[in-house]
């Protein structure tokens, strides 16, 4: 009896011990997680970095047209057009991984091409237009990754790398102006960069290894919970989507629900909602480009106005984000509530749009304020479109809409509109220039209305819809019936004369059995 209590308390204290070791190997790889998470923000900081110093440069720049030294904006995007559509291919055929970490060597490699001395205004173009075609496979790698790591760090990771966007690009747009303006050269600008990206990157590499970056490493032995996030609908959503209606979940109260899809792809709703968004973001990525002359030109100094606008710029679109995203007022990712994150679209939009079109007729000391509401206003409209653009083409085209998202921003607005507000500059005013930036956020409001009246036109459960539904039906109804009570003109006339012939014999019969039962009845003798 002793030995086996003595057995079983081993037993116990090898069970106990086993578990404090997997705990500890869990805390273990949950801090290097993290670790790694904080490296990968900083290599993603550097990336936005570097766009935000290329937009400074181009207004910095001296000696040339408005034109030639906006259009420094607009290779990047072009770049990242001509990159884009062959990332799927690149990245099946090699993978991810690979194409990514080549990417990442190569980017680095041609941003200390900004470093030679004597470099041109067209060879500037060019390897912008490098920068943009090798930083294309990145948007992939950046929607996959955080994927197993759902329980550690998941919406953390992705929420930074949201915020590390206008962050590195404020920091890039401030540096690289106050550089040129201290009578230093912007090449130390990316020279910062190249040095950021290399030791984050390589920081990131040696630490994580593939067994981190690599998604299709065994990821089992090294995550607990290896499930991807809810990314798609659940069964029960899509029974309840059926004909196309809304995913309507008896629980009002969603909490932590699933990402809910539509069982049909919501093209109108889509194509609305990724134009408006494209429009609204040329709205606060070209202010960038006209508020260093034209608050010149109202009197404030340059470097007032570079940090007003860059805290601005990144403090108006963070608060009204955060609201829009806090879950109190809208679920953008619930495709349930879908009319009503387009409302506050288009409301939201809206605000901003009235208060962008009496800027250029405020006095000084209310156009920062007026700037900074139109500024949070605008901000509640990225995540509550982003909701519908991801989720509008059902669960299966998430990465789709994806690339026809960053395709239409870039066509429609990021390419074409810096060389367009150089353009204005040149030929008519910076007034002009002006006012065609703050056009850009009434052109949004008036798409995302649209959005909004084509979702409730379209939808199936809309009184507009039902009644125009029922129409078509008893249309359709009478055009049956009409169909199946004509008769060719051809068949009544050989008809007419035999249904005559009939009706008169019905007739003589009717008349000899009446008589018969008036007349007496004979009996015959016995």
């Not at 990514?100 to 500037?124: K, N």
């Not at 994927?147 to 401030?174: K, S």
């Not at 710029?313 to 509530?337: E, F, K």
């Amino acid at each position: 009896l002793k030995a086996s209590v003595a057995k079983d308390a081993q037993a116990q204290m090898e069970r106990g011990k086993m578990a404090m070791s997997r705990a500890e190997q869990e805390t273990v790889e949950r801090r290097k997680t993290l670790v790694i998470y904080v490296l990968f923000l900083i290599a993603y900081l550097s990336v936005q970095f570097g766009h935000g110093s290329n937009i400074g440069v181009a207004v910095s720049l001296e000696g040339n047209s408005k034109a030639m030294n906006l259009a420094l904006g607009s290779w990047v995007m072009v770049g990242v057009c001509v990159g884009l559509p062959l990332t799927p291919w690149a990245c099946r055929t090699f993978g991810v991984y690979p194409v990514s970490s080549v990417c990442v060597v190569i980017d680095f490699i041609v941003i200390l091409m900004m470093l030679y001395p004597q470099i041109s205004i067209q060879q500037i173009y060019f390897v912008r237009f490098l920068v943009g075609f090798f930083e294309a496979p990145f948007l992939p790698y950046l929607q996959e990754w955080p994927r197993p790591l759902r329980e550690a760090h998941v919406e953390r990771l992705e929420h930074g790398a949201a915020a590390m966007v206008p962050l590195g690009e404020n920091l890039g747009y401030i540096i690289a102006q106050e550089l040129v303006a201290n009578d230093l050269h912007w090449r130390w600008a990316f020279a910062g960069q190249a040095a950021l990206i290399a030791v984050s990157t390589g920081a990131v590499f040696f630490m994580g290894g593939r067994r981190y970056l690599d998604l299709s490493y065994d990821m089992a032995q090294t995550f607990v919970d290896n499930e991807p996030a809810g990314t798609a609908a659940s069964p029960e959503g899509e029974m309840e989507c059926r004909n196309g209606d809304d995913a309507s979940p008896e629980n009002d109260d969603l909490g932590d629900a699933e990402v809910e899809y539509p069982v049909t792809e919501r093209w109108l709703v889509y194509w609305a909602t990724n134009a408006s968004l494209a429009a609204q973001l040329g709205f606060l990525s070209g202010s960038k480009y006209v508020i260093r002359d034209y608050a010149r030109k109202l009197g404030f100094s340059l470097h007032f106005t570079l940090f007003t606008f860059s805290a601005i710029a990144l403090i108006g679109p963070a608060l009204g984000g955060s609201i829009a995203m806090s879950g109190s007022v809208i679920r953008p990712d619930q495709w349930s509530q879908h009319r009503r994150t387009l409302a506050f679209l288009a409301c939201t939009s809206s605000v901003a749009a009235a208060i962008a079109v009496i800027l250029p007729y405020l006095p000084e000391s209310l156009f920062w304020p007026a700037l900074f509401a139109s500024f949070v206003a605008a901000g509640g409209v990225y995540p509550a479109a982003q909701g519908i653009i991801n989720i509008a083409l059902t669960a299966s085209r998430v990465i789709e809409a994806s690339v026809y998202q960053v395709q239409c921003n870039n066509i429609l607005f990021a390419m074409p509109m810096p060389y367009v507000i150089g353009k204005t500059m040149d030929t008519f005013s910076m007034e002009t220039s002006f006012r065609l930036v703050t056009f850009l956020q009434v052109l949004a409001a008036v798409g995302f209305i649209i959005a909004a009246l084509s979702a409730t036109f379209t939808e199936e459960r809309s009184a507009w819809h039902r009644l125009v539904h029922r129409r078509a039906e008893s249309d359709n109804q009478a055009s049956d019936i009409e169909i199946r009570t004509e008769v060719p003109k051809t068949r009544n006339a050989n008809a007419s004369s035999t249904t005559r012939r009939f009706r008169e014999a019905a007739l003589e019969a009717s008349r000899v059995l009446a008589a018969r039962a008036h007349a007496p009845q004979q009996h015959p003798p016995r």
